[in-house]
């Protein structure tokens, strides 16, 4: 064999190489890619709203989502159940209960619990709420 014809040899040695001409070999490195990367997102989506209990499991968690519209949701994380979405409804619920204190609600939006003093007596009322 002359050194041409070795060079050659070579040459068509890669050309040949079975694992070369299989387009799926790429697939699975693409994948493992795309995995890492929506892994790496979802990380990042959490530590932008800056809630990392949402990774703990051993954290309890209450999220309220659209407070005070119709759509309000009320989300619950507790550790060893599953995730509980409660949604608002126009139902109305109602019962005996007794008063607990006075809730003022600010010019600023802020609401501010007054409890009642205990040497007032108790009192009971029927209470209405929705929910």
Known sequence: MTKRSARRHRRTGLINNEDEQ????????????????SVALLVALVMSYQMPELLSPTEDIT??????????????????????????????????????GTAYKLADGRV????????????????????
């Open 22 to 37: 299989n387009p799926l070999t790429g697939v699975a490195n693409l994948f493992d890619i795309a995995m890492v990367f």
């Open 63 to 100: 999220l309220v989502k659209n407070p005070g519209q119709k759509d309000m949701q009320i989300i619950i994380k507790e550790e060893g159940k599953p995730i509980e979405v409660l949604n608002m409804t126009d139902q109305i619920g109602g019962g005996q209960g007794e008063a607990l």
């Open 112 to 131: 501010v619990y007054v409890p009642e003093e205990e040497d007032a007596g108790e009192e009971e009322v029927e209470t209405t709420t929705s929910g």
